[in-house]
């Protein structure tokens, strides 16, 4: 189909892996994004989301924190 891409083109093109392209379709996150049967047809305009993964480290070791938190509260 003209003017779209598979995943794996995309996945190249964003220097992501395939699978990454698939969750992100599955989750809306590539707006104009639409399945045929099981392949996924992504417009060749998209842009890539966002990574919205942590990545300041502020929640490394959160349930230790957590736990001496209320041991201190006992």
């Known amino acids: ?20 392209v698939q969750k992100m379709c599955s ?3 590539i707006p104009g994004a639409s399945k045929f049967g099981k392949a996924w047809a992504i417009p060749a305009d998209a842009e890539k989301p966002p ?3 942590i990545t300041t480290g502020n929640y490394k070791n959160w ?8 041991k201190n509260k006992e």
């Open 1 to 20: 189909m003209e003017g779209f891409l598979t995943i794996k083109e995309v996945a190249e093109k964003w220097n992501i892996t395939g699978r990454q």
């Open 27 to 29: 989750d809306g996150k």
């Open 51 to 53: 990574d919205g993964r």
């Open 63 to 70: 349930r230790k924190k957590n736990n001496s938190l209320h």
